[in-house]
């Protein structure tokens, strides 16, 4: 109950051609006991100066893969969950065993989760990040680039990048 304030909220995603829904997208609030529901600009960045970030975002991904193994036992086996990380996150040491880890204990397919890291964190250490995700894409996870545009990101950068998923600012 560590992050009992905590909730997520989900965006459903839907296939452009047929309409049908293929998954969603876990967006993290907090319900703060006096202010109410707060969006994330309001605590994120506190949560990443002081590292707290970290547990935060090992709860989003449990928790909403705990959500996938529920709508795939109600049989939409088919859909994928989205993730958000943490700059902080995606530098963690840890995150290619935590999501390992974490897939199995909910005895999911890696390709049911689709991680989004903005396009500033992915060029933050280019080098490392195509390192970082290539071990995520070979263990079977999806991959997104959140915020395409924003940063100074080149076209053949892009092309090292084993995303599968491209979301353009």
Known sequence: ?????FCLFYQPKFDALTGEPVGAEALLRWNH????????????GLAEKT???IGIGEWVLDEACRQMRVWADMGFSHWRISVNLSTLQFCHTSLVETVARTLARHSLAPNSLTLEITETTAMRDADASVAVLRELSNMGVDLSIDDFGTGYSSLLYLKRLPANE???D
């Open 166 to 168: 491209l979301k353009i």
């Open 33 to 44: 006991p006096q202010r109410g529901l707060l969006q994330p600009d309001t605590f994120i």
């Open 51 to 53: 590292g707290l970030i």
């Open 1 to 5: 109950l560590k992050y009992k304030h």
